[in-house]
């Protein structure tokens, strides 16, 4: 699973527990299975001040309104990117030690005067063609290792050249160790220990501002309950 899937199922993991303490406090104190805000009974509604063009008063549950915050906090939205560039910069670091692919094509050519008839001819002429393709890859202990191969085409106007064009291939397997600097497992993962550190913590700064969204947004349902209802008690004791 991807780390954006995981950011967006800790939104749903943070509201779980809410969600069961809600239906828990339910069976304790005798309450509704669900729990919502709705509204003021007539008699104490006529007792507030109407204001005109106001939107009506809506029912909302306790899901509905953690889910709500969660989706429109401007703090939690900002933290939730941090993760997914700091996983960047993990994949940057890990792709030090990746294959790398190369390929590599060159032609030389050189005129030689004849100075002599053992020059042979009047005017030489030699075109060199030569190809090399291969992998190259560091390991974390520091050793690079160098795979290729090449070919080389060589043309010659040469009256003494057994064949006018000759080809040539050849394989080469090169390996390279340092043996001051870059040297060891601990100097090589340096990069992405720091990167992995950066992930760990930007991904738990995210999880700690979820938490703090949902705890606010629980406490300010209840407390909105509480008060609404605490409402209702009055102005039925007043009847």
Do not use: C
């Amino acid at each position: 699973m991807s780390r954006r899937s995981h950011l967006m199922a800790l939104i749903a993991v943070l509201a779980a527990p809410a969600l069961h303490a809600q239906s828990n406090e339910a069976d304790v104190h005798d309450l509704p299975a669900e729990r919502t805000l709705r509204p003021l009974a007539p008699s104490a509604a006529d007792r507030v001040e109407r204001v005109p063009d106001a939107p009506e008063t809506a029912s909302i549950s306790l899901e509905q309104a953690l889910v709500s915050a969660l989706e429109r906090n401007l703090d939690l939205r900002v933290e939730s990117h941090a993760p997914l560039l700091r996983e960047a910069d993990l994949t940057l670091a890990r792709s030090r030690f990746d294959p790398v692919g190369f390929w590599r094509l060159s032609r030389q050519r050189s005129i030689q005067q004849g100075s002599s008839q053992l020059a042979g001819g009047n005017t030489v002429q030699q075109i060199v063609d030569q190809m090399r393709t291969g992998v190259r890859k560091t390991g974390l202990l520091g050793t690079s290792y160098d795979v290729a191969v090449g070919g080389r085409r060589t043309a010659s106007n040469s009256s003494f050249a057994n064949q006018r064009v000759q080809y040539a291939t050849d394989v080469t397997l090169t390996v390279t160790q340092p043996l001051l600097r870059n040297l060891g497992f601990a100097v090589n993962r340096t990069d992405i220990e720091v990167a992995e550190t950066g992930l760990d913590q930007a991904y738990y700064t995210f999880q700690n501002v979820a938490i703090d969204v949902v705890t606010r947004t629980e406490k300010a349902y209840w407390d909105l309950v509480f008060a609404r209802e605490n409402q209702e008690i009055q102005a039925d004791s007043l009847r």
